[in-house]
T-cell receptor
């Protein structure tokens, strides 16, 4: 049973470009969470999704950020018109009943 | 809102015990976690404790919970160089599933 997969592991974008981060949950998991880790800070919750539904997006910036978890395929965190402040590590976690399992993260660098 | 606090740095000599402390504010916390993050890597769940327990031991790791004082600690016995990492304290409550993290304690091992 593969763990939570995230790709790419490293992503470099220029200001104004779009970043797409993918997360494949563990097999059988239908709950996905996205967290952001800014340099020298802890992890902050962004959004919680179940298949085809956003359950809680209270931690996600209203502008430029969106997330989806379609019926088929991975969860996508999309950042439009990236700025330098978006540079961070983005972690995805999945769960089914209890306990969240984290992926290795995507490190986004905005030049 | 919920808050989790922990000291940012800890230096320990190899072979000694490390004790990492954490305080939290959410009185409805149900699960409390310790995660380990090695350089450039994702989060590894080390151990967790239910809020109705006061101690949990797992090999070299001992977790102590003082629910009255909302204080959680992680003791690592016989600290090794491989224990060098950032340790995150985290909690969830029964209100929702999102995990609230502290900023992490960077454990440095002295020879």
């Amino acid at each position: 049973n593969a763990g939570v997969m995230q790709n790419p592991r490293h992503l470099v974008r220029r200001r104004g470009q779009e970043a797409r981060l993918r997360c494949s949950p563990m097999k059988g998991h239908s709950h996905v969470y996205w967290y952001r880790q800014l340099p020298e800070e802890g992890l902050k919750f962004m959004v919680y999704l179940q298949k085809e539904n956003i359950i809680d997006e209270s931690g996600m910036p209203k502008e430029r950020f969106s997330a989806e978890f379609p019926k088929e395929g991975p969860s996508i965190l999309r950042i439009q018109q990236v700025v330098r402040g978006d540079s961070a590590a983005y972690f995805c976690a999945s769960s089914q009943q209890e306990g969240q399992y984290f992926g290795p993260g995507t490190r986004l660098t905005v030049l | 809102g919920e808050d989790v606090e922990q000291s940012l740095f800890l230096s320990v000599r190899e072979g000694d015990s490390s004790v990492i402390n954490c305080t939290y504010t959410d009185s409805s916390s149900t699960y409390l976690y310790w995660y380990k993050q090695e350089p450039g890597a994702g989060l590894q769940l080390l151990t967790y404790i239910f809020s109705n327990m006061d101690m949990k031991q797992d090999q070299r790791l001992t977790v102590l919970l003082n629910k009255k004082d909302k204080h959680l600690s992680l003791r690592i016995a016989d600290t090794q160089t491989g224990d060098s990492a950032i340790y995150f304290c985290a909690e969830t409550s029964n209100r929702d599933d999102k995990i609230i993290f502290g900023k992490g304690t960077r454990l440095h091992i002295l020879p």
